[in-house]
């Protein structure tokens, strides 16, 4: 099945307690296609300004990720975003956003494109997200990702999102913002009142909840030694399952639940390294054997 993402492509600058990263290639649209394309290919439709690193570009347009829908705006700039963590890094503050190009016109989406399966909206405004869905009425898989930004200030265009998409992924706190609700199950079975088909609440290194009509699942995060970054993490997941699901062409409740694994795994290289670059050296077979593993680690009998 066709795989499309839309959401930011940007340049990064991350300070962690122990390291910096300057200048580097971010944005939730290329986290979720890099993750996404160790699974299956990807249609990337995103918007950049003319200063937009050519090696960037070059990494986002390196098979199976088709770029086509990539717009380099003239005159514009692109949306950067300057990030520190604290502590632990279970904690986050934006020390800046420039929306730059990403305020403008929204991208196009190729012709070629519009007839994608799956769909990823990824973060943005709630109303392009839901434009560009609108453009895209018969994919089969339509899943939303959303911030505590569009949560606190646009709430009806964010219901009206959740309200023609199939599936939504939060993390914790944005879903007991959302909902009212602190008890992450219960915040889990108020979104899905919303109108989506799944919701998976995100919860950092404590792990993921999958909520469905047809039963809930847990799964704890892969447990990671070593974390570096954890920009992208969510992205990633969304990326990795995701790609996994446009590859199995299937949405039901235990592919669901296998696609929460791979999510998993393809986040956790995501943290080991800044910016993309643990995603970009990462071979299938160590992606292989860390799913298997952790597969294996969670199959208690
Ligand atoms: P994540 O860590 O998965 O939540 O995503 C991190 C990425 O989100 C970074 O690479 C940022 O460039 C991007 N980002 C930060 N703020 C925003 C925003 N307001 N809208 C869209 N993307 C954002």
């Given at each position: 099945m066709s795989l499309l993402v839309t959401g930011t492509v940007g340049i990064d600058t991350v300070i962690t307690p122990t390291g910096r990263a300057d200048d580097v290639l971010g944005g939730s649209a290329a986290y979720f296609a890099l993750a996404a394309a160790k699974f299956a290919p990807v249609r990337l439709v995103a918007v950049v300004g003319e200063d937009f690193p050519g090696a960037f570009r070059n990494l986002l347009n390196s098979p199976p990720i088709d770029s086509t829908g990539l717009e380099a705006r003239r005159g514009s700039q692109t949306f950067r975003w300057t990030g520190k963590y604290l502590g632990d890094m279970n904690e986050r503050e934006s020390l800046r956003t420039d929306l730059n190009v990403v305020a403008e016109t929204p991208p196009a989406i190729p012709p070629a494109f519009l007839d994608s399966n799956v769909v990823f909206l990824a973060n943005t405004h709630p109303t392009l997200q839901r434009n560009m869905r609108q453009q895209m009425p018969a994919a089969e898989l339509v899943v939303c990702d959303t911030m505590?930004?569009?949560?606190?200030?646009?709430?009806?265009?964010?219901?009206?999102?959740?309200?023609a998409v199939h599936g939504v992924v939060i993390n914790d706190s944005e879903a007991v913002q959302l909902t009212g609700t602190t008890n992450v199950i219960s915040a889990g079975r108020?979104?899905?009142?919303?109108?989506?088909?799944?919701?998976?609440?995100?919860?950092?290194?404590?792990?993921?909840?999958?909520?469905?009509?047809?039963?809930?699942?847990?799964?704890p995060a892969y447990p990671s030694e070593r974390v570096v970054d954890p920009t992208g993490a969510g992205d990633s997941?969304?990326?990795?399952?995701?790609?996994?699901?446009?590859?199995?062409?299937?949405?039901?409740?235990?592919?669901?639940?296998?696609?929460?694994?791979?999510?998993?795994?393809?986040?956790?290289?995501?943290?080991?390294?800044?910016s993309v670059k643990r995603l970009e050296a990462l071979s299938q077979t160590e992606l292989q054997q860390r799913i298997s593993e952790f597969t294996e680690m969670l199959a208690i009998k």
């Open positions: 505590d930004l569009w949560i606190n200030s646009e709430q009806e265009a964010l219901l009206q999102t959740l309200a108020a979104v899905l009142a919303m109108g989506p088909r799944f919701v998976v609440v995100k919860k950092g290194a404590h792990g993921a909840l999958l909520a469905t009509a047809d039963g809930v699942t847990a799964i997941f969304a990326g990795g399952m995701l790609g996994y699901l446009a590859a199995e062409g299937r949405f039901d409740y235990a592919t669901l639940r296998r696609a929460l694994i791979r999510g998993t795994v393809t986040a956790s290289f995501t943290i080991e390294d800044f």
